[in-house]
Nanobody, 116 residues
Framework: QVQLVESGGGLVQAGGSLRLSCAAS????????WSWYRQAPGKQRELVAE???????IYADSVKGRFTISRDNAKRTVYLQANSLKPEDTAVYYC??????????WGQGTQVTVSS
């Protein structure tokens, strides 16, 4: 059974940094794209960043220049380095893996809280 487990969330002051990790376990097809999403209370889940198998990256306008997505294929882990955090970055952050076939995989989420 495939599992994605996020870690690295927590409470940080505005201007601080966090590094989120998402580790995959279990037998799974090749992942074409990894993404980080977030969902704040009362809001829809939104795409934060994505990295394709070819290394192409995209970012939400709200995090460009502050967040960086990366991956380690050998460790089957994707990362989100979040710098210069703002209170509006407070949300539950989820990782998503889109396989070459089948339905996407989601992690259970990790809470990020940024205090002002």
């Amino acid at each position: 059974q495939v599992q994605l487990v996020e870690s690295g969330g927590g409470l940080v002051q505005a201007g601080g940094s966090l590094r989120l990790s998402c580790a995959a376990s279990g037998s799974m097809p090749r992942i074409n794209a990894w993404s980080w999403y977030r969902q704040a209370p009362g809001k829809q889940r939104e795409l934060v960043a994505e990295i394709t198998s070819g290394g192409f990256t995209i970012y939400a306008d709200s995090v460009k220049g502050r967040f960086t997505i990366s991956r380690d294929n050998a460790k089957r882990t994707v990362y989100l380095q979040a710098n210069s955090l703002k209170p509006e970055d407070t949300a539950v952050y989820y990782c998503k893996g889109v396989p070459a076939w089948g339905s996407p995989y989601w992690g259970q989420g990790t809470q990020v809280t940024v205090s002002s």
